[in-house]
């Protein structure tokens, strides 16, 4: 078994792009607009919309990971090192559900869904800062920054030093 499912490959890639623009977004644009800016809405809703299709993905990611075969673990030439490899790739599930959860828990506390989605009229409060779960949105998106970033330097260490065509097992082909 040379290379990962497709159909995770495909979920991979997606998810890459569907997870930092989130967190682009969400840093940047999101959280930088004040609550009582009309455009506040839309930007929620498109944030929330978002957050959500990164759910349904990833619950499908981990069942299609259960269900299909992976080649074996890859070989960083040092035992430390793949066991870094395992924990920070669970790391990466886990951040990701933790942002997705945080997420929905700031929503809630909100009252988010029927002022974004329901249009009841209802206004914003001032600001998120005294939810408690909006702190560890806040919290994990520096890691989840972080933890992506030790992820790409690790597959390229992978490909140019150790010069085992490891991307590849994340590509389509035979
Ligand atoms: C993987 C999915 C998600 C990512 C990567 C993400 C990312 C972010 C980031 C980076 C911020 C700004 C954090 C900061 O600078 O302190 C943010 C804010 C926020 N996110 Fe998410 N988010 C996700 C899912 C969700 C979901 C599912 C919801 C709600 C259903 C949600 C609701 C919010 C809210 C309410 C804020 C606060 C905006 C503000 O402070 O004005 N997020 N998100």
Redesign the pocket.
């Known amino acids: 078994m040379k290379r990962y499912h497709p159909i995770l490959v495909s979920l991979h890639w997606l998810l890459t792009v569907l997870?930092i623009v989130?967190?682009?977004?969400?840093?940047n644009i999101?959280?930088q607009?004040p609550?009582d800016n009309p455009e506040?809405l839309f930007a929620?809703k498109l944030?929330?919309i978002?957050?959500?299709i990164?759910?349904i993905l990833m619950i499908a990611r981990v069942i299609v990971r259960k269900v299909t075969q992976k080649p074996p673990q890859a070989d960083a030439g040092n035992a430390i090192l793949n066991k870094a490899g395992i924990t920070a790739h669970y790391l990466l599930y886990l951040l990701?559900f933790g942002?997705?959860g945080?997420?929905?828990a700031?929503?809630l506390i909100?009252g988010?869904p029927d002022i974004v989605f329901n249009n009841s009229g209802v206004a914003l409060p001032e600001?998120?800062n005294d939810i408690l779960p909006?702190l560890f949105?806040?919290i994990i998106?520096k890691i989840?920054f972080a933890m992506i970033f030790l992820h790409v330097l690790g597959a390229l260490y992978h490909q140019f030093v150790r010069k085992d065509s490891l991307l590849s097992r994340m590509w389509f082909g035979k």
């Open positions: 997870i989130a967190l682009l977004m969400g840093s999101l959280s607009i609550n506040k929620l944030h929330m978002s957050g959500f990164i759910l990701v942002m997705v945080s997420g929905i700031t929503a909100a988010l600001n998120f909006r949105h806040g998106a989840l």
